[in-house]
């Protein structure tokens, strides 16, 4: 059986948390897009991670994690990655990596911070991590691909090719350092080194885990507003963020997606740019995003701090439409118990109409929030493991927004540990 954890908004929803718990009872785990850009956050009796490419399956034992063919491969980052955690004491993991995914260059890091310096305040809020240059190589299929690190003329008649292109940009455009072909083909050589133990031919390996019966645990980064096709372009990332990209991304059939956990936050926030119609400011920003998350509202990637905001049921719902969400896991709920009044926007007004559908970019720039207040359950919800231990305004508050996005919330995440969880309805 195969399911996917995938984020209903701008990303930063808690799915790290939610696809450890859910790896317990998984053999494989797949991150299947996106790159370094973007981490987990994760908490276990081996102690806090922040995790940029390794999936969330790493702290078991019994499961493989897998590097699919549609991430932005960093070979460097994930190898880094890989002794941080053994560092800190957990097992050495077992991965395997697709011999189809594709390299991140140390040029494309490069291109990514000279075209947001060159576009300055008009940038994109890029974590300068290579990913839109890495992409637009992919596609422009100028790329390198693992399985080509084994073949030495390739890669030196790709070298010599790619330098033309890269240089004339950097000379004329960026006014920088030329590229030098030997130092690109060395740098491929010690990517080389590093990934053979590790490749294999993931479809393969995953239509007989299929045969096999085992659990297959699809993981996504970002979340559904990030995605370049329905999310809020161009302030987007460069891979779809959506369940339906893991089929191609992880190299398996559509259909073999049966369940699709699609996260939530209790409340709202984002890093980087973007439209975010439900977005607060000043002292009363400042004061959720000291207490969200486990140790505040601060990128795991980036450490700069997230915007934040209330819950917004337009983008949510349409998150989930998008993920094909069969069940929604909320997260940080135990956050917002310090309020008297909570906030849910559940419309937004666009040149005088309010609408509940949630609009392309153009018209969402103009969308104000409309907001239905709710009251605050005023007390820590942390270590409460049954839904009805739960104070009724808290229960009420889920019940809301479970009614405004129209899908079962299913898991609740009232704390930071593995083991804050409350598993309502079908579970």
């Given at each position: 059986?195969?399911?996917?954890?995938?984020?209903?908004?701008?990303?930063?929803?808690?799915?790290?948390?939610?696809?450890?718990?859910?790896?317990?009872?998984?053999?494989?785990?797949?991150?299947?897009?996106?790159?370094?850009?973007?981490?987990h956050?994760?908490?276990?009796?081996?102690?806090?991670?922040?995790?940029?490419?390794?999936?969330?399956?790493?702290?078991?034992?019994?499961?493989?994690?897998?590097?699919?063919?549609?991430?932005?491969?960093?070979?460097?980052k994930?190898?880094?990655?890989?002794?941080?955690?053994?560092?800190?004491?957990?097992?050495?993991?077992?991965?395997?990596?697709?011999?189809r995914?594709?390299?991140?260059?140390?040029?494309?890091?490069?291109?990514?911070?000279?075209?947001?310096?060159?576009?300055?305040?008009?940038?994109f809020?890029?974590?300068k991590?290579?990913?839109?240059?890495?992409?637009?190589?992919?596609?422009?299929?100028?790329?390198?691909?693992?399985?080509?690190?084994?073949?030495?003329?390739?890669l030196?008649?790709?070298?010599?090719?790619?330098c033309?292109?890269?240089?004339?940009?950097?000379?004329?455009?960026?006014?920088?350092?030329?590229?030098?072909?030997?130092?690109?083909?060395?740098?491929?050589?010690?990517?080389?080194e590093?990934?053979?133990?590790?490749?294999?031919?993931?479809?393969?390996?995953?239509?007989?885990?299929l045969?096999?019966?085992?659990?297959?645990?699809?993981?996504?980064?970002?979340?559904?507003?990030?995605d370049?096709?329905h999310?809020?372009?161009?302030?987007?990332?460069?891979?779809?963020?959506l369940?339906?990209?893991?089929?191609?991304?992880?190299?398996?059939?559509?259909?073999?997606?049966?369940?699709?956990?699609?996260?939530?936050?209790?409340?709202?926030?984002?890093?980087?740019?973007?439209?975010?119609?439900?977005?607060?400011?000043?002292?009363?920003?400042?004061?959720?995003?000291?207490?969200?998350?486990d140790?505040?509202e601060?990128?795991?990637?980036?450490?700069?701090?997230?915007?934040?905001?209330?819950?917004?049921?337009?983008?949510?719902?349409y998150?989930?439409?998008l993920?094909?969400?069969?069940?929604?896991?909320?997260?940080?709920?135990?956050?917002?118990?310090?309020?008297?009044?909570?906030?849910?926007?559940?419309?937004?007004?666009?040149?005088?109409?309010?609408?509940?559908?949630?609009?392309?970019?153009?018209?969402?720039?103009?969308?104000?929030?409309v907001?239905?207040?709710?009251?605050?359950w005023?007390?820590?919800?942390?270590?409460?493991?049954?839904y009805?231990?739960?104070?009724e305004?808290?229960?009420?508050?889920?019940?809301?927004?479970?009614?405004?996005?129209?899908?079962?919330?299913?898991?609740?995440?009232n704390?930071?540990?593995?083991?804050?969880?409350?598993?309502?309805?079908?579970?």
């Amino acid at each position: 059986m195969v399911k996917a954890v995938v984020g209903a908004n701008w990303g930063d929803e808690g799915k790290g948390k939610i696809t450890d718990m859910l790896a317990e009872n998984a053999d494989i785990v797949i991150r299947f897009q996106g790159g370094a850009n973007a981490g987990h956050t994760i908490k276990n009796h081996y102690g806090k991670f922040s995790l940029h490419t390794l999936p969330s399956g790493v702290f078991y034992d019994h499961t493989t994690s897998i590097i699919g063919n549609g991430v932005a491969l960093d070979i460097k980052k994930l190898f880094q990655e890989m002794k941080s955690v053994v560092d800190q004491g957990v097992p050495q993991p077992k991965i395997l990596v697709s011999d189809r995914a594709q390299v991140v260059m140390s040029y494309h890091v490069l291109f990514d911070q000279y075209e947001e310096e060159r576009l300055g305040k008009k940038s994109f809020g890029s974590t300068k991590s290579g990913i839109a240059p890495f992409y637009s190589d992919k596609y422009a299929k100028n790329g390198f691909q693992v399985s080509d690190l084994f073949d030495e003329e390739l890669l030196e008649e790709k070298v010599q090719r790619i330098c033309e292109i890269k240089n004339v940009m950097l000379e004329h455009l960026y006014h920088k350092p030329l590229l030098n072909p030997a130092d690109i083909l060395a740098e491929l050589h010690e990517y080389r080194e590093l990934v053979e133990p590790y490749t294999a031919d993931i479809s393969a390996y995953l239509h007989q885990a299929l045969l096999d019966g085992r659990t297959i645990l699809l993981e996504g980064q970002l979340g559904t507003l990030r995605d370049p096709d329905h999310g809020i372009y161009p302030m987007v990332t460069s891979s779809s963020t959506l369940a339906a990209y893991g089929a191609i991304g992880a190299g398996l059939p559509p259909y073999e997606i049966k369940q699709i956990i699609t996260v939530c936050k209790a409340y709202s926030s984002a890093v980087g740019a973007g439209e975010f119609v439900s977005e607060i400011f000043g002292d009363e920003a400042e004061e959720l995003r000291k207490r969200g998350g486990d140790g505040g509202e601060y990128g795991a990637t980036t450490g700069r701090p997230r915007r934040v905001g209330w819950f917004d049921c337009v983008a949510s719902r349409y998150g989930c439409m998008l993920q094909g969400a069969t069940e929604v896991a909320f997260t940080v709920l135990d956050v917002l118990g310090y309020l008297d009044e909570i906030p849910v926007c559940v419309g937004y007004e666009i040149d005088g109409d309010v609408t509940t559908k949630f609009p392309t970019t153009a018209r969402l720039k103009k969308a104000k929030p409309v907001y239905k207040v709710l009251p605050g359950w005023k007390c820590d919800i942390t270590g409460i493991r049954t839904y009805e231990e739960l104070p009724e305004n808290c229960r009420s508050y889920i019940e809301f927004v479970e009614k405004q996005i129209g899908y079962p919330i299913t898991m609740i995440s009232n704390g930071p540990g593995r083991a804050d969880i409350i598993y309502r309805g079908q579970h």
